[in-house]
């Protein structure tokens, strides 16, 4: 106020049903988040940057906090109409931080605060979190977008660790993200999705 700054107001249009497609619309065009910018992000570092650059000119105040063990806290929510802010923990990767702040804004859109410690390869068990973590990934991950790309001739079933790779690249997330959406859009069962997840633990190991 003594500055003679008048902050945003944070007032999104809410979709009126739990359409997953339509809310994760809702979000890329309200933070103006595109898929080609998107695809010109040449690290998963840059695209987080990105997303968080985006958001933070619509009046969301992101931070990086610290100290905090990933299992107690991934992100959370502080709503206000003015300025809600996002808290991220500094200590995740940069594709985590990503989901986190994509994740946190479903709970912005909501109109509500949250704690949240949850991956987006992880089975939320709470049906608030279940959705969120659905949006999220429609966001980084378009379903439209990935068909499309499968369904050019150089990825053939079973999919190859090479063929995750790429298709992370392509979409500046991680692995583990892109074979959560692979099961969401059933081009992949549970037990291939398990399988995936256990060859991407065990390199990350090595």
Same mark, same amino acid.
């Given at each position: %106020?003594?500055?003679?700054?008048?902050?945003?107001?944070?007032?999104?249009?809410?979709?009126? @049903?739990?359409?997953?497609?339509?809310?994760?619309?809702?979000?890329?065009?309200?933070?103006?988040?595109?898929?080609?910018?998107?695809?010109? &992000?040449?690290?998963?570092?840059?695209?987080? /940057?990105?997303?968080?650059?985006?958001?933070?000119?619509? *009046?969301?105040?992101?931070?990086?906090?610290? !100290?905090?063990?990933?299992?107690?806290?991934? *992100?959370?929510?502080?709503? !206000?109409?003015?300025?809600?802010?996002? *808290?991220?923990?500094? !200590?995740?990767?940069?594709?985590?931080?990503?989901?986190?702040?994509?994740?946190?804004?479903?709970?912005?859109?909501?109109?509500?605060?949250? /704690? &949240?410690?949850?991956?987006?390869?992880?089975?939320?068990?709470?049906?608030?979190?279940?959705?969120?973590?659905?949006?999220? *990934?429609?966001? /980084?991950?378009?379903?439209?977008?990935?068909?499309?790309?499968?369904?050019?001739?150089?990825?053939?079933?079973?999919?190859? /660790?090479? !063929?995750?790779?790429?298709?992370?690249?392509?979409?500046?997330?991680?692995?583990?993200?892109?074979?959560?959406?692979?099961?969401?859009?059933?081009?992949?069962?549970?037990?291939?999705? @398990? %399988?995936?997840?256990?060859?991407?633990?065990?390199?990350?190991?090595?």
């Amino acid at each position: %106020a003594e500055l003679g700054i008048s902050p945003p107001v944070f007032n999104p249009t809410i979709p009126q @049903h739990d359409d997953v497609a339509l809310w994760a619309s809702e979000i890329r065009c309200f933070f103006d988040i595109r898929l080609d910018d998107q695809y010109r &992000c040449t690290s998963q570092r840059k695209f987080y /940057l990105y997303l968080r650059q985006q958001i933070e000119k619509r *009046g969301i105040f992101v931070h990086c906090f610290t !100290d905090v063990p990933l299992a107690v806290a991934r *992100g959370l929510a502080i709503y !206000d109409s003015s300025a809600p802010i996002i *808290g991220i923990n500094e !200590d995740d990767r940069p594709p985590a931080k990503s989901f986190s702040i994509i994740h946190e804004i479903v709970h912005l859109f909501k109109r509500e605060s949250s /704690l &949240c410690n949850e991956t987006f390869n992880s089975f939320a068990a709470r049906q608030e979190e279940i959705f969120c973590n659905a949006v999220a *990934g429609e966001v /980084l991950v378009p379903r439209t977008a990935v068909e499309s790309i499968l369904q050019s001739s150089r990825y053939k079933t079973p999919y190859s /660790l090479d !063929d995750i790779k790429k298709m992370s690249d392509r979409f500046s997330v991680s692995r583990e993200v892109i074979i959560r959406r692979l099961l969401d859009i059933q081009r992949i069962d549970e037990a291939e999705y @398990h %399988a995936y997840a256990d060859d991407i633990h065990r390199e990350i190991e090595r």
